[in-house]
């Protein structure tokens, strides 16, 4: 039979309140916390559920930010719009009063005055900047998009494409361009170049594969005639149909290096490669009227001067190491409609300033149709930022509601339930306070409280 001492009541009351005040703690540090999650032995499936809820509300938290910032730059694009369709609206009433033949000289001078003063507002307005970025310069955001004279500003290089994209990532893999290209709402100066590109693609991944390299072997040929251009005006000499006079035509062959070896994704060197080519076969002070840009993952060659045909063949793709070659290649995809693009609106705005000084009310009267097919441009232009606009206020809603249910399920999962803990904690409080009674009365009394 065991025999029980008084050392063995003693250390067991002692552990036992030890485990009590240990329970009573927990509740407490729960109910301090707001968590029952402290570590990751406390629950392992809950705490890596709450560090990927965690994750996801960040991120959807910055996709939110993302939101707010790209509604805000398509607001200020639509904004100067709504001022360039005004000023254009102004410009076509005061267009159709030049052109009415009764007007007097003096009447048709301070038309002309006003289309100066609105042509300079527009200058102003085509270099609107969003938080200190010059919204119509492309990627060049840091350049103003218009000189002061109206021409556009060379280093911004927009280059009469519109691949200048600037955008914004809203979603896991979703992004959103936000910007337009000044080509695109005042004109492109690149008139009736035919921009036809071809897809290259290099082999393997390079955000995983960075050190391979891709080689190309293929032959580009151009066949090209030069715009005549007026001497005093430096535009193109137009015929009885109005479409340009050409003259030297010649056809010119870009071949690609074989043996160079291309790192993964490095498309500019491809271009500069291509560009250094070229410039042999172009007249002095025409080098970089005829260039090939890179259209995101394209090679795509533009002019303003120029009338371009492009044609592409791979010369001896077989003879390339495979491993070397990949999936390397040109489709026949052309990279942008040869469309024929608005002419720059400040250089119409100056010519029909012109004809109103001279008082030429017939050509005043042709200039309407331009002035229209900028406003035309302007509302569908516009008509595009409002449908975005529209998107992200609906795209913002649901990340608003798709944040709310993942911090209630967090705090489901991580919380602490207030009820349910203070509960616990005043029945471990009335637990520890009972087994410290009870061990008052099991440990025996000292000899010296024996004599008392």
């Given amino acids: 039979m065991l025999r029980i001492t008084n050392s063995m009541m003693i250390s067991r009351a002692m552990r036992n309140q030890s485990n009590n005040l240990r329970n009573m703690d927990k509740w407490n540090n729960d109910l301090n916390a707001m968590t029952h999650l402290h570590k990751p032995s406390d629950d392992p499936v809950k705490v890596g559920r709450t560090l990927r809820l965690q994750s996801e509300i960040t991120l959807s938290t910055q996709y939110s930010d993302n939101l707010d910032s790209a509604k805000s730059w398509l607001e200020t694009t639509e904004s100067s719009l709504s001022e360039v369709n005004k000023v254009m609206q102004r410009i076509r009433e005061i267009t159709v009063q030049g052109a009415n033949g009764v007007l007097k000289e003096d009447d048709k001078s301070k038309i002309s005055q006003e289309i100066g003063q609105l042509r300079d507002h527009l200058i102003n307005v085509s270099n609107q900047t969003y938080t200190g970025r010059h919204i119509f310069s492309g990627y060049r955001s840091d350049l103003a998009f218009t000189n002061s004279d109206g021409t556009y500003n060379e280093n911004a290089n927009t280059l009469g494409v519109s691949y200048q994209s600037m955008e914004y990532k809203v979603g896991v893999s979703q992004n959103l361009q936000v910007n337009y290209t000044g080509d695109r709402i005042f004109g492109s100066p690149y008139s009736e170049a035919t921009i036809t590109g071809k897809r290259l693609e290099f082999a393997n991944d390079p955000a995983t594969n960075p050190e391979l390299t891709t080689q190309f072997d293929f032959e580009i040929k151009l066949d090209i005639q030069k715009k005549k251009l007026d001497p005093a005006t430096g535009k193109p000499v137009l015929d009885g149909s109005g479409n ?12 690609s290096d074989p043996t160079k070896e291309y790192k993964n994704g490095d498309i500019d060197s491809v271009v500069n490669d291509l560009n250094a080519q070229i410039k042999a076969y172009i007249p002095a002070g025409y080098e970089d009227k005829v260039k090939f840009v890179v259209d995101k993952d394209r090679i795509a060659i533009v002019s303003r001067d120029y009338d371009i045909e492009t044609t592409v063949v791979e010369i001896n793709a077989a003879g390339v190491p495979t491993d070397k070659l990949g999936k390397s290649g040109l489709e026949n995809k052309p990279n942008v409609e040869a469309t024929q693009p608005l002419k720059p609106m400040f250089e119409m705005l100056t010519k029909l300033q012109g004809l109103l000084e001279a008082g030429d009310s017939e050509n005043i009267s042709k200039m309407l ?75 025996q009394p000292t000899l010296v409280d024996f004599l008392r």
Avoid: C, F, W
């Avoid at 798709?402 to 991580?414: C, E």
């Fill in 244 to 255: 340009p006079i050409l003259e030297d035509a010649k056809t010119i062959t870009i071949n």
């Fill in 369 to 443: 149709s331009d002035v229209d097919a900028h406003l035309q441009n302007i509302l569908q232009v516009s008509g595009e930022i409002g449908a975005k606009i529209n998107m992200v206020d609906i795209m913002q809603t649901r990340m608003d509601e798709t944040l709310i249910s993942t911090k209630d399920l967090l705090s489901k999962t991580r919380d602490t339930n207030m009820g349910e803990a203070i509960m616990n904690l005043s029945i471990a409080e009335a637990v520890y306070k009972s087994s410290l009674a009870v061990s008052a009365r099991i440990i």
